[in-house]
């Protein structure tokens, strides 16, 4: 997947401008796709250059003009394009991982904080998706169903982790109380 997809998906029933796409990242398609403002407004860029989206300008008082920008033919072409082909398996780049594979060289206490405060993130982002999912469960708009879907993947993921956590937490624990070999 690129990040193209990801801005054309969001733009696929609405225009946004380049913040309210950022917005949606960190809200929405961020579950399965991260990119940060720069990404995304240099990606509007290309995208625009190749006729794939167009905007118009929002004249805006005291600040300067906002871009509103829309899927084009050709941008909805290549979004089904992309969309009718099978996904690649998804990449993993979790640096917490390395650090727990190569956990033997480290004190399981400082192993532990780190797992805390990953586990406090995950619980955050947990509630957040379970709000979000009960919001659009309650609005039960058929054009709501993928977005709800997904959350719902989001949803186990985190629990799934949590979960997970409580084994290191448990394993990690067994592990202090023994004695360290010289």
């Known amino acids: 997947m690129s990040l193209r997809h990801a801005i054309l998906v969001l733009l696929q029933d609405q225009e946004a401008s380049g913040y309210d796409l950022a917005r949606e990242f960190a809200n929405s398609i961020g579950l399965v796709w991260n990119a940060t403002h720069q990404q995304i407004y240099l990606e509007l860029g290309k995208l625009n250059e190749q006729d794939m989206v167009?905007?118009?300008?929002?004249?805006?008082?005291?600040?300067?003009?906002?871009?509103?920008?829309?899927?084009?033919?050709?941008?909805?072409?290549?979004?089904?394009?992309?969309?009718?082909?099978p996904a690649a398996p998804p990449r993993i780049r979790d640096a917490f991982m390395v650090k727990i594979a190569g956990g033997a060289l480290s004190e399981p206490s400082?192993?532990?904080?780190?797992?805390?405060?990953?586990?406090?993130?995950?619980?955050?982002?947990?509630?957040?998706?379970?709000?979000?999912a009960q919001a659009l469960s309650e609005r039960n708009s058929e054009k709501d169903t993928y977005t709800y879907l997904?959350?719902?993947r989001g949803i186990l993921d985190q629990r799934a982790w949590l979960s997970w956590a409580d084994e290191v937490r448990a394993e990690l624990r067994k592990r202090e109380d023994l004695p360290t070999s010289a």
């Open 150 to 152: 997904t959350l719902r």
């Open 54 to 85: 167009k905007y118009r300008h929002i004249p805006q008082d005291g600040k300067p003009d906002k871009k509103l920008y829309r899927i084009t033919e050709a941008g909805r072409d290549e979004l089904i394009r992309w969309l009718r082909k």
């Open 110 to 132: 400082a192993v532990l904080r780190e797992l805390e405060d990953q586990a406090d993130l995950r619980r955050e982002r947990l509630s957040t998706f379970e709000e979000l």
